[in-house]
């Protein structure tokens, strides 16, 4: 049995038997322990607050974290075209291997990949799917490590976060409207999660679970998503973080209908909206993502800039920065833990 125990989602059920498996949190791993069948754990176990990336191994060369990136971008490029077509969505054959040396990568550079995700998006409005796909898909994966999700839900995690807005593809005037929607069109975008499962599943078989992320992905705990509006316990859990890291990408980036949010704003407005999200995601988003990485440039409220030294473990919002350029504080490190009256307004890449 694997380490986190078995739902069955409510109806309507997936094409084939599903077993989605909760979020749990364990104090320490245990490779070789596992629950006896029938077993049930603690609900609500707590995050545990220590480094916000206990796993770094020396961080991955530059070269090779944009190789992997720019390999992904042509896939999906390719993947989201055929859905535009409404042509079915097969999977390139490399595409589970590709994966899995994203899965190994992410938890050893977090920080080179995380600058990728809140590195701001160009002028022109339209923020292509792909980038969209790839950013939520290591999102994901740093959630999934910290939740210390088995090599088997990581897996299917991150494969379903890169294919979730697949049924976005065919909409895609639509989504790039700059004015308000209409009644019917409002409703068309509501029922995507429908169609990228039916493109994935008619081209790809035996990806129960990751069929179920692409359908599940926009629900919210408080069943005030869609398409079919359910809640906690009917939705599975990895569509859980699939859901709160695609709500956190969304606002980092532009959309034609909306200005970007800083990431500060951005973990606002999740916390804001707190009903919306499984608590354990929200709480491990808020330790392991790190939305101003150390070497990333940031303007204060003071109006200085500053480089981020080092991140605060458990206040991703309030690291460590070293101001430069004139001024009495240049030079001196300075921790945002214990300066309230002084924020991060916007970051600079």
């Not at 989602?9 to 069948?37: C, G, Y």
């Not at 859905?83 to 992410?106: S, Y």
């Not at 409005?125 to 740093?142: R, Y």
Request: hydrophobic letters at 35%; aromatic letters at 4%.
């Amino acid at each position: 049995m694997r380490m986190i125990d078995t739902i069955r989602p409510e109806a309507p059920p997936p094409r084939e038997t599903t077993r989605p498996v909760p979020i749990q949190v364990q104090a320490e791993p245990e490779p070789t322990a596992r629950p006896t069948p029938g077993s049930e754990r603690p609900p609500n176990l707590p995050i545990p607050v220590e480094s916000p990336h206990p796993e770094i191994h020396g961080g991955v060369p530059a070269h090779r974290r944009a190789s992997s990136l720019e390999k992904f971008e042509q896939s999906l490029t390719d993947l989201f075209h055929r859905a535009r077509q409404k042509e079915p969505a097969v999977l390139p054959d490399d595409f589970w291997l590709d994966v899995h040396e994203l899965v190994e990568m992410v938890p050893e550079d977090p920080d080179g990949f995380l600058a990728h995700v809140f590195e701001m998006g160009p002028d022109d409005p339209e923020w292509p799917l792909e980038h969209h796909a790839i950013n939520v898909g290591i999102l994901c994966i740093l959630v999934g490590r910290h939740l210390r999700l088995d090599e088997h839900d990581l897996r299917d995690l991150a494969g379903g976060a890169l294919v979730h807005d697949l049924g976005l593809a065919p909409l895609k005037r639509l989504t790039e409207q700059n004015r308000r929607l209409t009644d019917r069109e409002r409703r068309l975008i509501s029922l995507h999660a429908y169609e990228g499962e039916r493109l994935f599943a008619d081209a790809n078989k035996g990806f129960d679970t990751v069929q179920l992320i692409v359908r599940q992905s926009q629900e919210r705990e408080n069943g005030t998503g869609s398409p079919e509006k359910i809640s906690t316990d009917a939705i599975h859990p990895l569509s859980k973080i699939v859901g709160a890291c695609d709500a956190l990408e969304s606002l980092t980036h532009r959309r034609p209908y909306r200005p970007i949010s800083t990431p500060r704003a951005a973990i606002q407005k999740l916390l804001d909206e707190k009903e919306k999200y499984a608590s354990p995601v929200l709480k491990a988003m808020l330790t392991c993502i790190t939305p101003y990485p150390p070497g990333s440039v940031v303007h204060l409220s003071t109006g200085v800039r500053a480089r981020v030294k080092r991140v605060n473990a458990g206040s991703c919002l309030r690291p460590v920065v070293t101001p430069f350029g004139p001024g009495k504080h240049e030079g001196i490190d300075l921790d945002l833990m214990h300066l309230p009256h002084v924020w991060i307004q916007e970051l600079k890449g």
